[in-house]
T-cell receptor, first 117, second 115 residues
Protein backbone atom coordinates (compact mmCIF):
# COMPACT_ATOMS: atom_id res chain seq x y z
CA UNK A 1 0.00 0.00 0.00
CA UNK A 2 1.15 3.50 -0.70
CA UNK A 3 1.36 6.33 1.79
CA UNK A 4 1.44 10.10 1.45
CA UNK A 5 2.98 12.20 4.19
CA UNK A 6 2.66 15.92 4.64
CA UNK A 7 4.91 16.72 7.58
CA UNK A 8 3.81 20.34 8.05
CA UNK A 9 0.32 20.54 9.56
CA UNK A 10 0.39 24.35 9.46
CA UNK A 11 2.45 27.01 7.77
CA UNK A 12 2.31 30.75 7.35
CA UNK A 13 3.86 33.13 4.86
CA UNK A 14 3.93 36.87 4.36
CA UNK A 15 2.04 38.20 1.39
CA UNK A 16 4.26 38.39 -1.74
CA UNK A 17 6.78 35.96 -0.27
CA UNK A 18 7.53 32.40 -1.40
CA UNK A 19 6.59 29.27 0.53
CA UNK A 20 7.25 25.59 -0.03
CA UNK A 21 4.96 22.80 1.16
CA UNK A 22 6.49 19.36 1.48
CA UNK A 23 5.08 15.98 0.53
CA UNK A 24 6.69 12.57 0.53
CA UNK A 25 5.17 9.34 -0.62
CA UNK A 26 5.94 5.67 -0.67
CA UNK A 27 4.95 3.28 -3.42
CA UNK A 28 6.16 0.31 -5.39
CA UNK A 29 4.43 1.49 -8.54
CA UNK A 30 6.38 2.90 -11.46
CA UNK A 31 3.59 4.66 -13.27
CA UNK A 32 1.65 7.11 -11.15
CA UNK A 33 0.45 10.66 -10.87
CA UNK A 34 0.86 13.23 -8.16
CA UNK A 35 -1.40 16.15 -7.45
CA UNK A 36 -1.75 19.15 -5.22
CA UNK A 37 -5.28 20.18 -4.35
CA UNK A 38 -6.28 23.39 -2.60
CA UNK A 39 -9.26 23.58 -0.25
CA UNK A 40 -10.19 27.15 0.74
CA UNK A 41 -12.68 27.89 3.54
CA UNK A 42 -15.50 27.29 1.06
CA UNK A 43 -14.47 23.59 1.23
CA UNK A 44 -14.33 23.26 -2.57
CA UNK A 45 -11.46 20.97 -3.63
CA UNK A 46 -9.55 22.72 -6.39
CA UNK A 47 -6.81 21.16 -8.48
CA UNK A 48 -3.64 23.24 -8.26
CA UNK A 49 -1.12 21.22 -10.22
CA UNK A 50 -0.38 17.68 -11.41
CA UNK A 51 2.76 15.75 -12.25
CA UNK A 52 3.14 12.54 -14.21
CA UNK A 53 5.82 10.32 -12.69
CA UNK A 54 7.30 9.48 -16.10
CA UNK A 55 8.01 13.14 -16.80
CA UNK A 56 11.29 14.47 -15.49
CA UNK A 57 10.38 18.10 -16.03
CA UNK A 58 8.77 19.74 -13.03
CA UNK A 59 5.23 20.98 -13.60
CA UNK A 60 4.44 24.68 -13.31
CA UNK A 61 1.16 26.58 -13.28
CA UNK A 62 1.64 30.33 -13.05
CA UNK A 63 2.80 31.03 -9.47
CA UNK A 64 2.71 27.35 -8.53
CA UNK A 65 5.51 24.91 -9.27
CA UNK A 66 6.62 21.55 -7.98
CA UNK A 67 9.95 20.00 -7.17
CA UNK A 68 9.52 16.36 -8.10
CA UNK A 69 12.32 14.08 -6.93
CA UNK A 70 11.30 10.60 -8.01
CA UNK A 71 14.21 8.75 -6.46
CA UNK A 72 13.62 10.46 -3.14
CA UNK A 73 9.84 10.11 -3.53
CA UNK A 74 9.38 13.76 -2.81
CA UNK A 75 6.85 16.14 -4.33
CA UNK A 76 6.97 19.64 -2.88
CA UNK A 77 4.83 22.60 -3.90
CA UNK A 78 6.29 26.07 -4.22
CA UNK A 79 4.01 29.08 -4.19
CA UNK A 80 5.65 32.28 -5.40
CA UNK A 81 4.37 35.79 -4.75
CA UNK A 82 1.87 34.49 -2.17
CA UNK A 83 -1.54 36.12 -2.23
CA UNK A 84 -4.23 36.34 0.41
CA UNK A 85 -6.40 34.07 -1.73
CA UNK A 86 -3.84 31.32 -1.36
CA UNK A 87 -4.93 30.84 2.24
CA UNK A 88 -6.29 27.29 2.30
CA UNK A 89 -5.64 23.67 3.16
CA UNK A 90 -3.35 22.01 0.64
CA UNK A 91 -3.55 18.29 0.02
CA UNK A 92 -0.96 16.17 -1.71
CA UNK A 93 -2.41 13.16 -3.53
CA UNK A 94 -1.05 10.07 -5.22
CA UNK A 95 -2.86 8.06 -7.88
CA UNK A 96 -1.70 4.92 -9.66
CA UNK A 97 -4.00 3.63 -12.35
CA UNK A 98 -3.66 -0.10 -12.67
CA UNK A 99 -5.81 -0.49 -15.74
CA UNK A 100 -9.22 -2.16 -16.01
CA UNK A 101 -10.66 0.62 -13.92
CA UNK A 102 -8.56 -0.14 -10.88
CA UNK A 103 -7.01 2.68 -8.90
CA UNK A 104 -4.69 3.03 -5.98
CA UNK A 105 -5.14 6.47 -4.55
CA UNK A 106 -4.19 8.19 -1.35
CA UNK A 107 -4.45 11.73 0.00
CA UNK A 108 -2.16 13.28 2.59
CA UNK A 109 -3.52 14.80 5.80
CA UNK A 110 -3.10 18.32 4.49
CA UNK A 111 -1.12 21.47 5.29
CA UNK A 112 -2.99 24.54 6.44
CA UNK A 113 -1.41 27.59 4.82
CA UNK A 114 -2.11 31.09 6.07
CA UNK A 115 -1.00 34.09 4.03
CA UNK A 116 -0.43 37.08 6.29
CA UNK A 117 -1.03 40.61 4.99
CA UNK B 1 -18.49 23.07 -19.20
CA UNK B 2 -20.43 22.11 -16.11
CA UNK B 3 -18.34 20.58 -13.38
CA UNK B 4 -19.34 17.82 -11.02
CA UNK B 5 -22.76 18.57 -9.57
CA UNK B 6 -23.80 17.48 -6.10
CA UNK B 7 -27.08 17.84 -4.29
CA UNK B 8 -28.12 18.81 -1.78
CA UNK B 9 -25.37 21.23 -0.77
CA UNK B 10 -26.47 21.09 2.86
CA UNK B 11 -28.49 18.50 4.70
CA UNK B 12 -29.62 18.50 8.30
CA UNK B 13 -31.42 15.44 9.52
CA UNK B 14 -32.22 13.57 12.69
CA UNK B 15 -30.61 10.37 13.82
CA UNK B 16 -32.30 7.34 12.32
CA UNK B 17 -33.47 9.05 9.16
CA UNK B 18 -32.47 8.01 5.67
CA UNK B 19 -30.16 10.36 3.80
CA UNK B 20 -29.55 10.29 0.05
CA UNK B 21 -26.74 12.27 -1.56
CA UNK B 22 -26.66 12.75 -5.31
CA UNK B 23 -23.91 13.29 -7.83
CA UNK B 24 -23.76 14.04 -11.54
CA UNK B 25 -20.24 13.54 -12.94
CA UNK B 26 -18.68 15.54 -15.72
CA UNK B 27 -20.00 14.38 -19.07
CA UNK B 28 -17.63 11.88 -20.66
CA UNK B 29 -15.95 10.88 -17.43
CA UNK B 30 -16.22 7.18 -16.73
CA UNK B 31 -14.87 7.00 -13.18
CA UNK B 32 -16.72 8.32 -10.17
CA UNK B 33 -15.54 8.57 -6.57
CA UNK B 34 -17.27 9.21 -3.26
CA UNK B 35 -15.22 10.71 -0.41
CA UNK B 36 -15.97 11.69 3.16
CA UNK B 37 -14.09 14.45 4.95
CA UNK B 38 -14.00 14.95 8.72
CA UNK B 39 -11.66 16.80 11.01
CA UNK B 40 -10.66 13.61 12.76
CA UNK B 41 -10.07 11.33 9.78
CA UNK B 42 -9.34 13.74 6.96
CA UNK B 43 -10.34 12.80 3.41
CA UNK B 44 -11.40 9.18 3.05
CA UNK B 45 -12.29 7.36 -0.14
CA UNK B 46 -15.54 5.48 0.38
CA UNK B 47 -16.16 3.83 -2.99
CA UNK B 48 -15.43 4.31 -6.64
CA UNK B 49 -17.07 3.22 -9.87
CA UNK B 50 -15.66 2.61 -13.32
CA UNK B 51 -18.10 2.48 -16.21
CA UNK B 52 -20.94 2.39 -13.66
CA UNK B 53 -19.53 -0.69 -11.93
CA UNK B 54 -18.35 -0.51 -8.31
CA UNK B 55 -14.67 -1.40 -8.30
CA UNK B 56 -13.64 -0.90 -4.68
CA UNK B 57 -16.02 -0.32 -1.79
CA UNK B 58 -13.58 -1.20 0.95
CA UNK B 59 -13.80 2.32 2.32
CA UNK B 60 -17.52 2.13 3.00
CA UNK B 61 -17.70 2.28 6.79
CA UNK B 62 -20.53 -0.16 7.40
CA UNK B 63 -23.70 -1.68 6.03
CA UNK B 64 -25.64 1.49 6.70
CA UNK B 65 -23.86 3.00 3.69
CA UNK B 66 -24.70 2.05 0.12
CA UNK B 67 -23.90 3.57 -3.25
CA UNK B 68 -25.31 3.07 -6.70
CA UNK B 69 -24.56 4.28 -10.19
CA UNK B 70 -27.50 3.33 -12.40
CA UNK B 71 -26.11 5.17 -15.42
CA UNK B 72 -23.11 7.18 -16.55
CA UNK B 73 -24.57 10.48 -15.45
CA UNK B 74 -25.88 9.80 -11.98
CA UNK B 75 -24.83 8.28 -8.68
CA UNK B 76 -26.26 8.17 -5.18
CA UNK B 77 -24.80 7.59 -1.75
CA UNK B 78 -27.35 6.49 0.81
CA UNK B 79 -27.07 6.30 4.58
CA UNK B 80 -29.80 4.37 6.34
CA UNK B 81 -30.20 4.81 9.26
CA UNK B 82 -28.08 7.90 9.78
CA UNK B 83 -26.12 8.51 12.99
CA UNK B 84 -24.50 11.65 14.43
CA UNK B 85 -21.03 10.28 13.65
CA UNK B 86 -21.93 10.38 9.94
CA UNK B 87 -21.81 14.17 10.08
CA UNK B 88 -19.19 15.21 7.55
CA UNK B 89 -18.67 16.77 4.14
CA UNK B 90 -19.24 14.24 1.37
CA UNK B 91 -17.52 14.83 -1.93
CA UNK B 92 -18.10 13.30 -5.30
CA UNK B 93 -15.34 13.39 -7.92
CA UNK B 94 -15.05 12.15 -11.47
CA UNK B 95 -12.24 11.44 -13.90
CA UNK B 96 -11.44 9.93 -17.26
CA UNK B 97 -8.55 7.56 -16.62
CA UNK B 98 -5.97 6.51 -19.16
CA UNK B 99 -3.90 8.58 -21.51
CA UNK B 100 -2.90 10.95 -18.75
CA UNK B 101 -6.42 11.92 -17.79
CA UNK B 102 -6.35 10.60 -14.25
CA UNK B 103 -7.08 13.99 -12.73
CA UNK B 104 -10.07 13.92 -10.42
CA UNK B 105 -12.44 16.85 -10.49
CA UNK B 106 -14.39 17.39 -7.32
CA UNK B 107 -17.91 18.58 -6.79
CA UNK B 108 -18.71 21.28 -4.23
CA UNK B 109 -19.56 18.73 -1.55
CA UNK B 110 -22.59 18.05 0.61
CA UNK B 111 -22.38 19.14 4.24
CA UNK B 112 -24.29 16.61 6.27
CA UNK B 113 -25.28 17.20 9.87
CA UNK B 114 -27.03 14.41 11.73
CA UNK B 115 -28.57 15.54 14.99
Amino acid sequence: AQTVTQSQPEMSVQEAETVTLSCTYDTSENNYYLFWYKQPPSRQMILVIRQEAYKQQNATENRFSVNFQKAAKSFSLKISDSQLGDTAMYFCAFIAYSGAGSYQLTFGKGTKLSVIP
Amino acid sequence: DAGVIQSPRHEVTEMGQEVTLRCKPISGHNSLFWYRQTMMRGLELLIYFNNNVPIDDSGMPEDRFSAKMPNASFSTLKIQPSEPRDSAVYFCASSFPGGGQETQYFGPGTRLLVL
